[in-house]
């Protein structure tokens, strides 16, 4: 079954990028799925921070679009989530999950299944 | 965006007993819902989508319920690994989603 793990930096510094990496096994990045970050702060709930698919689409959060960047890497079967101008506020567990679901011409409607393990992103100097 | 809204944020129920969670979303979204399970340390597990059909491997003491703007998820007779956090999704407003805040399922 496909499984997915994330990698990257646990310390990032106030004003710099956070860099995530996810990897995906045991199925391939260009199936017809979308492929998501979702984020975590410390004891609080989740949040849906943006989508790619395999041809390079990608959607965004518009609370976090102009901070964000998701792109794929087809030959490593893996996508990546850069985020810019971090603040403690970005301070999270940081999950990749692939959307289950279904798209049509013009629309999607995507669950979240399975999910990486998470990885804890801490902003601090 | 539609804005989701769990209740209660904590719900104390005794081992055996059934439990009922609420989700409310600000507009309908159809049947277009899913549910969560999350334990301390891992990453959430998805239990039901489409408001009610539950996902794979998941036991059928586990129910959904609802469509429009109500929903509900029920476990029939809670087990010890039951205690956990619940959140629902909202997926009908491709391409933002949205969370419920999470509802934390204590046993009494």
């Known amino acids: 079954q496909v499984q997915l793990q994330e990698s990257g930096p646990g310390l990032v510094k106030p004003s710099g990028t956070l860099s995530l990496t996810c990897a995906v096994s045991g199925g391939s990045i260009s199936s017809s799925n979308w492929w998501s970050w979702v984020r975590q702060p410390p004891g609080k709930g989740l949040e849906w921070i943006g989508e790619?698919?395999?041809?390079?689409?990608?959607n965004y959060n518009p609370s976090l679009k102009s901070r964000v960047t998701i792109s794929v890497d087809k030959s490593k079967n893996q996508f990546s989530l850069k985020l810019s101008s971090v603040t403690a506020a970005d301070t999270a567990v940081y999950y990749c999950?692939?959307?289950?679901?279904?798209?049509?011409?013009?629309?999607?409607?995507?669950?979240?299944?399975?999910w990486g393990q998470g990885t804890l992103v801490t902003v601090s100097s | 965006e539609i804005v989701m809204t769990q209740s209660p944020a904590t719900l104390s129920v005794s081992p055996g007993e059934r439990a009922t969670l609420s989700c409310r979303a600000s507009?309908?979204?159809?049947?277009?819902l899913a549910w969560y399970q999350q334990k301390p340390g891992q990453a959430p597990r998805l239990l039901i989508y489409?408001?009610?059909t539950r996902a794979t491997g998941i036991p059928a003491r586990f129910s959904g319920s609802g469509s429009g703007t109500e929903f509900t998820l029920t476990i029939s007779s809670l087990q010890s690994e039951d205690f956990a956090v619940y959140y629902c999704?909202?997926?009908?407003?491709?391409?933002?989603?949205?969370f419920g805040q999470g509802t934390k399922l204590e046993i009494k």
């Open positions: 489409g408001a009610s």
């Open positions: 507009q309908s979204v159809s049947s277009n």
């Open positions: 790619i698919y395999h041809s390079g689409s990608t």
């Open positions: 999950a692939r959307a289950g679901g279904y798209c049509s011409s013009t629309s999607c409607w995507n669950w979240f299944d399975p």
């Open positions: 999704q909202q997926y009908n407003n491709w391409p933002l989603y949205t």
